[in-house]
């Protein structure tokens, strides 16, 4: 039995017994009103916390697939997907001085010297030492 219904049942049996119009049955009267009260809006909050549960169970699902999309880590080597992860290069952090907003750039935006941060318009000018490893020398004397 629901908390409405037995609510309902306690006032059929106040109506049955015919409470008199003296204090106690005001009092017996006006607490079995308070109690169909508290009734209604138990049950409108269960169906406003449903919805909510609803909504937060999308939210939820949207947001694993957003980080799935985000922190996906795939190997095309290993798989025939179409999302050319193949050929992201590495990300650098860099931190705008003026409003501390992160800002990511790969090598390319890197080599052109500076940008524009995107927040706050100030200019990011990047000054690449030579690399000195055996590596980059081999090539540049090629």
Known sequence: ?????????VKGLAE??????DDNGKVLKAIIDLLEDICDEVTCNG???AEIS???DE????LA???DYVYDECDCDDCDCDCDCEDDD???????PKCHDT????????EEGGIECPNCGETLEFDIPECDCEECKDSTEE
């Open 47 to 49: 169906d406003d916390i």
């Open 65 to 67: 697939n957003l980080e």
């Open 103 to 110: 800002i990511y750039l790969d090598y390319e935006m890197l």
């Open 90 to 96: 590495d990300l650098f952090e860099v931190e705008c």
């Open 54 to 56: 609803d909504q937060l």
């Open 59 to 62: 939210v939820d699902e949207d």
């Open 16 to 21: 049955g017994i015919k409470l008199a119009d």
């Open 1 to 9: 039995m629901t908390i409405t219904e037995k609510a309902a049942y």
